[in-house]
């Protein structure tokens, strides 16, 4: 069986061939240890967003930069 080019690979397809190019350049133990440093954090960015804004609108947010721009503090 031909491997498919790359351009028409499957994302499973894909995923083999780039972890069995990691092992034939790292080794096993070099794969594991690459591959963990993209650990994928399911974070809820809204929720972070809103507590560091505080629910403000777009508007409320726009005249706060512009009040800061007129008013810089020294």
Do not use: C, K, W
């Given at each position: 069986?031909?491997?498919p080019t790359f351009s028409t690979a499957?994302?499973?397809e894909l995923r083999r061939a780039?972890?069995?190019?990691?092992v034939k350049a790292l080794g096993p133990i070099g794969?594991?240890?690459f591959v963990q440093q993209f650990d994928l954090v399911r974070e809820d960015y809204t929720a972070e967003r809103d507590s560091i804004l505080g629910g403000a609108?777009?508007?409320?947010l726009v005249d706060e930069l512009l009040q800061r721009r007129l008013s810089p503090s020294t």
């Open positions: 069986m031909n491997a499957t994302p499973s780039g972890i069995e190019a990691l794969m594991i240890r609108t777009v508007d409320q």
